[in-house]
C-alpha cells in the first residue's frame, strides 16, 4: 500500500485547489494500492456547512482519499499568524504522517512546499513538490511583496533549498526544468503543466446553439472571451484596448465575454469607457459546471498574463480550458510553453507586445485569424492537443509513475 499524505496550503473550495490540486487524485490510477491523507487550511472565506463538509468527506473517502482540515491565518500580525501555521502545521502533518504511516509527503505550491520540506526532513518522507515555479518573483513582479520583503527573502532562499534537494519536482514548462539542470540541481524533474478535465470542458454544438441565442450572438459573429481576473500579473486595461482594437475594426462582428470574480459593474463602466456597447459584452462570474457552457459559445479565448519575466514559467490553466473546448487561443509572446506552442501547432494568436499599438496589432491578426481559419478544423486541432498535452487522466498516469519509482 502506497500511503501519501497531500500537504496543500489551501481551502479546499478555493478555485485554485479545485482547478489545481483536486483533479490529479480524483479516480486515480490503481487506486486500490493507494491511501491519500489531505490537510487543507480553511479560511473563513470558504466555510462550508457541517452537512456538506460530510458529504465532501464521504465523497473523497470513496477515492481513498482521508480528508482533514485545519485553519488558515493571515491578517494583522502575519507574522505571528503565519508561523503559528507553520508550527501547528508540522505538528498536525507529522501526526497525520505517523497515524497513516505515510512514506512520501506531496506539497503543493509555496508556502506548502516549504513546509513539506521540513516535514520530509523530519519524518524521513520522500517529497514531492507540485507547481515547482519561481513564486518570489510571481509575488514581487505583481507588485505584492517588495524585492527585499522578508516574505521575499525567505521564500527565495527556500525555492533555492527545494530546487537542488527535493526528491521530485513537478513543474510546468521545459524552461523552469532547463534552467535548474544549469544549476546542477539532482532533483528528478516532471514536466506537469496545468490540466484540465477533458470530460468536463469539451465542445458542444447544443451548449453552443444555446448560449449564443441566450446572450443574443449571431452564428456568423465572432465571440471573444476572457476568463479570469484583473491586475497585477494579469492584464487590465490591455484587455479593453484589445477589445477595442477589435470592436471599432468591425462593430457589426465583435461580440466579447468576461467571466471574473472582479467587480461587474466596474468592469462594464470600463467596457463603456472603450465605447463597446452593452448589448455586445456579456459579463457573469458562474460555477465551474456552467463555465464550459460560454466557452462553447465563444470563438477565440484570451490569455491576459503579463509579460513579466517569471511568467516564462508558468502554465496558465486557462489555456488547457480555452484548448479543450477547442478555442484558439490569443496569447502574449514569453508567456508559459505556451506561446511558443501556440505558434508551432497553430493553435492561435500571439501578441507580440502589449503596447497600444502591439494590441492594435494584435487585434488585426485576430481578424485575419477568422478570415484564414476554419472553425471545424480548429476545434479538431485544439482538441487533439489539448488530450495530448492537458488531460489530467494522462499526467496522472504521470503521477501514479513517479510514486512507483519513489515509494514501492
Not at 505584492?144 to 513543474?171: C, F, K, N, P
Request: include cysteine.
Amino acid at each position: 500500500m502506497r500511503r501519501i499524505l497531500i500537504f496543500a496550503y489551501y481551502s479546499y473550495r478555493d478555485p485554485v485547489f479545485q482547478s489545481a490540486v483536486l483533479p490529479y487524485f480524483l479516480n486515480f490510477p490503481e487506486r486500490e494500492n493507494y491511501q491519500f491523507v489531505l490537510l487543507t487550511f480553511e479560511q473563513a472565506r470558504f466555510k462550508m456547512p457541517s452537512q456538506e463538509r460530510r458529504e465532501v468527506a464521504q465523497h473523497l473517502l470513496s477515492h481513498r482519499i482521508h480528508w482533514y482540515q485545519t485553519t488558515w491565518h493571515s491578517g494583522r500580525f502575519k507574522l505571528l499568524k503565519k508561523a503559528f501555521d507553520f508550527i501547528w502545521g508540522i505538528l498536525l502533518a507529522t501526526f497525520l504522517i505517523l497515524r497513516f504511516r505515510c512514506r512520501l509527503i506531496y506539497s503543493e505550491a509555496f508556502p506548502g512546499a516549504v513546509l513539506g520540506h521540513y516535514l520530509s526532513r523530519l519524518t524521513g518522507c520522500r517529497h514531492v513538490v507540485h507547481s515547482f515555479e519561481p513564486h518570489t518573483d510571481y509575488m514581487v513582479e505583481s507588485g505584492v511583496w517588495r524585492v527585499h520583503s522578508w516574505e521575499a527573502r525567505l521564500l527565495r532562499g527556500h525555492e533555492r533549498i527545494l530546487g537542488m534537494h527535493a526528491d521530485a519536482l513537478l513543474t510546468a514548462t521545459y524552461k523552469n526544468i532547463e534552467n535548474w539542470r544549469k544549476q546542477g540541481s539532482s532533483a528528478r524533474f516532471v514536466r506537469v503543466p496545468s490540466c484540465v478535465d477533458l470530460e468536463h470542458f469539451s465542445h458542444s454544438p447544443e451548449q453552443r446553439m444555446k448560449m449564443r441565442a441566450q446572450l443574443g450572438i449571431k452564428e456568423d459573429e465572432i465571440a471573444l472571451i476572457y476568463l479570469g481576473k484583473f491586475g497585477g500579473m494579469y492584464w487590465d486595461e490591455e484587455l479593453f484596448t484589445l477589445f477595442r482594437a477589435c470592436y471599432r475594426r468591425a462593430p457589426e462582428l465583435y461580440h466579447f465575454i468576461i467571466l471574473s470574480q472582479d467587480d461587474l459593474l466596474k468592469l462594464r463602466e470600463k467596457l463603456r469607457a472603450a465605447g463597446i456597447p452593452d448589448e455586445r459584452a456579456h459579463l457573469a462570474f458562474v460555477p465551474l459546471n456552467q463555465v464550459p457552457a460560454y466557452l462553447a459559445a465563444s470563438d477565440m479565448g484570451i490569455c491576459a498574463v503579463r509579460q513579466f519575466p517569471s511568467k516564462r514559467y508558468c502554465s496558465p490553466i486557462k489555456d488547457g480550458e480555452y484548448w479543450a473546448n477547442g478555442l484558439p487561443v490569443a496569447i502574449p509572446t514569453g508567456v508559459s510553453d505556451d506561446y511558443e506552442l501556440t505558434r508551432e501547432n497553430g493553435l492561435g494568436v500571439v501578441i507580440e507586445e502589449t503596447s497600444t499599438l502591439g494590441l492594435e496589432l494584435a487585434a488585426e491578426d485576430i481578424h485575419k485569424w477568422f478570415q484564414q481559419h476554419q472553425a471545424s478544423e480548429v476545434r479538431a486541432r485544439t482538441r487533439d492537443f489539448a488530450a495530448r498535452d492537458r488531460d489530467v487522466k494522462v499526467f496522472r498516469g504521470v503521477l501514479n509513475e513517479l510514486f512507483v519509482e519513489l515509494i514501492s
